[in-house]
């Protein structure tokens, strides 16, 4: 058997298999299932989102202090401490968003706002709900612009 005939056959045979995989096989076309968390608690705090990857190393949070949540006739207040672990100096934007009992998002937004944070240092991001009826937040962290 010389080489061109050699190259020939193993080409139909490539051919003749793909051919049979593509009729005999039917691509999974379901949903993928979802996934549990890797990052378990406390390493892994759900109403703590950081954006930016690079960022998630370098910074450590500390339990939030919310106030005046069981009061019905006073917004939700939330502190979060965060501290700088590098000795690098960032500059964050951050947000919280509140959520009313059935986990609604509550309008309006808060927009971005900017911190510095220095190396080592220990900031209080704060942020005041702007109606009665929020229960419950989410922080979110990212560069700043």
């Known amino acids: 058997m010389n080489l061109k005939t ?5 080409l139909s045979t490539a051919i003749a298999f793909t051919v049979a995989l593509s009729f005999g096989c039917e691509a999974d076309r379901s949903p993928a299932p979802g996934m549990g968390d890797p990052y378990p608690a406390p390493m892994n705090d759900p109403q703590i989102t950081v954006i930016a990857p690079e960022l998630r190393n370098w910074l450590a949070f500390h339990p939030a202090v919310i106030t005046d949540r069981a009061d019905p006739e006073r917004p939700m207040q939330v502190e979060v401490p965060v501290r700088n672990t590098s000795e690098e100096t960032y500059l964050i934007d951050y947000r919280f968003l509140f959520y ?3 986990g609604r998002q509550l309008e309006p937004a808060m927009g971005w706002r900017m911190q510095e944070l220095y190396g080592k240092q220990l900031v209080r991001l704060k942020a005041g709900a702007l109606h009665n009826d929020a229960v419950d937040y989410r922080l ?5 612009k």
Do not use: P, R, S
Not at 6 to 10: E, L, P, Q, T
Not at 140 to 144: D, S
């Open 100 to 102: 009313d009992l059935d």
């Open 6 to 10: 050699a190259y020939i056959c193993v």
């Open 140 to 144: 979110e962290i990212k560069w700043a």
